[in-house]
Nanobody
């Protein structure tokens, strides 16, 4: 049974940092690309960052230079280090992976950037 469990969200002031973690289980983690998505109120879910099995990374333009995605295959965990946070980064952040027949999502973790 595939499970993705996010943690690390919270309330942070503008300019602050957070590190999100996603613990994966139920599949061979090292064989799958992973992604972080976010969804703000009233907006569509968007891909924030992705990392391939070979650790190639991609980012949406709005987070380039501020966010870093990484993976630890020994711990079956993918991370999202978020620095220089802005109010517009406020959203629920979801961990994701795609199998040939379906996508899997975590339950999400709330990130709120506010003074």
């Amino acid at each position: 049974q595939v499970q993705l469990v996010e943690s690390g969200g919270g309330l942070v002031q503008p300019g602050g940092s957070l590190r999100l973690s996603c613990a994966a289980s139920g599949f061979t983690f090292s064989r799958y690309a992973m992604g972080w998505y976010r969804q703000a109120p009233g907006k569509e879910r968007e891909l924030v960052a992705s990392i391939s099995t070979g650790s190639r990374t991609n980012y949406v333009d709005s987070v380039k230079g501020r966010f870093t995605i990484s993976r630890d295959n020994a711990k079956n965990t993918v991370y999202l280090q978020m620095n220089s946070l802005k109010p517009e980064d406020t959203a629920v952040y979801y961990c994701n992976t795609y199998f040939p027949n379906r996508a899997y999502w975590g339950q999400g973790t709330q990130v709120t950037v506010s003074s």
